[in-house]
């Protein structure tokens, strides 16, 4: 839907002129999955669809959330942030406490969403639904707060407010994204990198399981406890504050120690990912996009053999498009337990990539799959 559409929508539903229009993107994480809550490198881009988000002040104090996306609307006061809604406007609702903890005001408004992210596809909709938000009142607020505190204020409202214990990295990706570019991102220190995604004769090929994802808040959170709980263990036999400061000579050096082979092999696939991750950049950079798909599929294999955060659906489509011409790599991409793949596809191939891998898909599967070739966009901003 384009800018003005909206604002006619805008118009039809409060009766006046919306004050500011604002846009936030989701993101896909190239590899380095699972390891922004260990201190690792991630390497996600933002995408060029996101959430939009349309504002006028109300005369009260009242706030009201509509979107074209459901048929929901909602108004809600103050008395939110004790009830906490288990409706969409909870990720609004999350960013609005923090602003709320940092002195400001931020009711009074009347709002539009409206997304074009595929929900519950693991590309970070709800991260550009807190992002569009925070942008948003940052500016109407005048806080002045810089985007990346922006994003830590929207991780942190993930976690408190709707119990998702999410790292960072689809909050920074969706606060800091740059077009052309993926965001080599150091999740322990948040010092970053854009690097230029020049893939000549290559793109991202983004391949929707449409798989309903089921119980990944509870999954997602026994993950990070798993990796909490090997973080202890080794850290009574060497100094660690987090999984990825260990190289995977280290680590295997002193796994012994854990006990458990599941909570093993969990630390092993974070540590391994973390290695994986600085190769690829490396190979990127060198321009060596054969070895970066090599370590997309060893990276796919470790999630689904060590970290148990595939399924059916992510594997078929994963290793079906490994299988093909023209592919380079292919990899389940974000929380998993359904959602996406990403895959580094040749150009020429990618009508027969999208015709194969989607019958393929389907036969193995019964699910028809859906396909997006990733256009990489810039971060959350103010359009009008
Ligand atoms: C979700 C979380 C992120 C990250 C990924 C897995 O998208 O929100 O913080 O942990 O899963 O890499």
Same mark, same amino acid.
């Given at each position: 839907?384009?800018?003005?559409?909206?604002?006619k929508?805008?118009r039809?539903?409060?009766?006046?002129?919306?004050?500011?229009?604002?846009?936030a993107?989701?993101?896909?994480?190239l590899?380095?999955?699972?390891?922004?809550?260990?201190g690792?490198?991630?390497?996600p881009?933002?995408?060029?669809?996101?959430?939009?988000?349309?504002?006028?002040?109300?005369?009260?104090?009242?706030?009201?959330?509509t979107?074209?996306?459901?048929?929901?609307?909602?108004?809600?006061?103050?008395?939110?942030?004790?009830?906490?809604?288990?409706?969409?406007?909870?990720?609004?609702?999350?960013?609005?406490?923090?602003?709320?903890d940092?002195?400001?005001?931020?009711?009074?408004?009347?709002?539009?969403?409206?997304g074009?992210?595929?929900?519950?596809?693991?590309?970070?909709?709800?991260?550009?639904?807190?992002?569009?938000?925070?942008?948003?009142?940052?500016?109407?607020?005048?806080?002045?707060?810089d985007?990346?505190?922006?994003?830590?204020?929207?991780?942190?409202?993930?976690?408190v407010?709707?119990?998702?214990?999410?790292?960072?990295?689809?909050?920074?990706?969706?606060a800091?994204?740059?077009?052309?570019?993926?965001?080599?991102?150091?999740?322990?220190?948040?010092?970053?990198?854009?690097?230029?995604?020049?893939?000549?004769?290559?793109?991202?090929?983004?391949?929707?399981?449409?798989?309903?994802?089921?119980?990944?808040?509870s999954?997602?959170?026994?993950?990070?406890?798993?990796c909490?709980?090997?973080?202890? !263990?080794?850290?009574?036999?060497?100094?660690?504050?987090? =999984?990825?400061? &260990? %190289?995977?000579?280290?680590?295997? @050096?002193?796994? $012994?120690?854990?006990?458990n082979?599941?909570?093993?092999?969990?630390?092993?696939?974070?540590?391994?990912e973390?290695?994986?991750?600085?190769?690829?950049?490396?190979?990127?950079?060198?321009?060596?996009?054969?070895?970066?798909?090599?370590?997309?599929?060893?990276?796919?294999?470790?999630?689904?053999?060590?970290?148990?955060?595939?399924?059916?659906?992510?594997?078929?489509?994963?290793?079906?498009?490994?299988?093909?011409?023209?592919?380079?790599?292919?990899?389940?991409?974000g929380?998993?337990?359904?959602?996406?793949?990403?895959?580094?596809?040749?150009?020429?191939?990618?009508?027969?990539? !999208?015709?194969?891998?989607?019958?393929?898909?389907?036969? =193995?599967?019964? &699910? %028809?799959?859906?396909?997006?070739? @990733?256009n990489? $966009?810039?971060?959350?901003?103010?359009?009008?």
């Open positions: 839907m384009d800018i003005d559409t909206l604002k929508q805008f039809a539903i409060y009766e006046k002129e919306p004050q500011g229009v604002y846009f993107p989701g993101r896909v994480n590899i380095g999955e699972h390891i922004d809550y260990n690792g490198l991630v390497f881009c933002a995408l060029s669809f996101g959430t939009y988000l349309l504002v006028s002040r109300r005369k009260d104090r009242n706030t009201m959330f979107t074209l996306n459901f048929d929901h609307t909602g108004t809600f006061d103050e008395c939110a942030f004790t009830k906490k809604p288990v409706t969409w406007e909870r990720y609004p609702l999350a960013v609005m406490k923090e602003f709320v940092k002195g400001y005001d931020p009711w009074g408004y009347d709002l539009l969403f409206n074009d992210v595929p929900g519950g596809a693991g590309l970070s909709s709800s991260a550009s639904i807190e992002l569009v938000t925070a942008t948003m009142l940052n500016d109407v607020l005048n806080a002045g707060i985007p990346i505190e922006l994003a830590r204020m929207s991780q942190r409202a993930e976690n407010f709707v119990g998702m214990n999410s790292g960072i990295m689809d909050q920074f990706a969706s800091m994204g740059k077009t052309g570019h993926a965001i080599a991102l150091d999740c322990a220190t948040l010092d970053f990198e854009w690097i230029p995604l020049a893939m000549e004769g290559y793109s991202v090929v983004v391949a929707n399981t449409n798989k309903h994802r089921t119980l990944t808040t999954k997602y959170n026994e993950r990070r406890s798993e909490e709980e090997a973080t202890r !263990i080794l850290a009574g036999e060497i100094p660690l504050n987090a =999984l990825c400061e &260990l %190289t995977p000579e280290i680590f295997e @050096a002193h796994a $012994g120690k854990i006990a082979e599941t909570i093993r092999r969990r630390a092993r696939h974070a540590v391994n973390n290695a994986r991750v600085k190769e690829a950049i490396v190979a990127l950079k060198g321009n060596d996009l054969p070895r970066f798909g090599q370590l997309m599929n060893a990276s796919h294999r470790s999630l689904k053999e060590d970290y148990e955060v595939t399924g059916i659906e992510l594997d078929t489509l994963a290793e079906e498009a490994q299988k093909l011409d023209g592919v380079l790599g292919s990899r389940m991409t929380g998993g337990f359904g959602g996406c793949t990403v895959s580094l596809v040749a150009n020429a191939s990618i009508p027969s990539f !999208i015709a194969t891998l989607g019958a393929r898909y389907k036969s =193995l599967v019964g &699910l %028809t799959a859906d396909f997006y070739i @990733a990489v $966009g810039d971060g959350a901003r103010k359009l009008e």
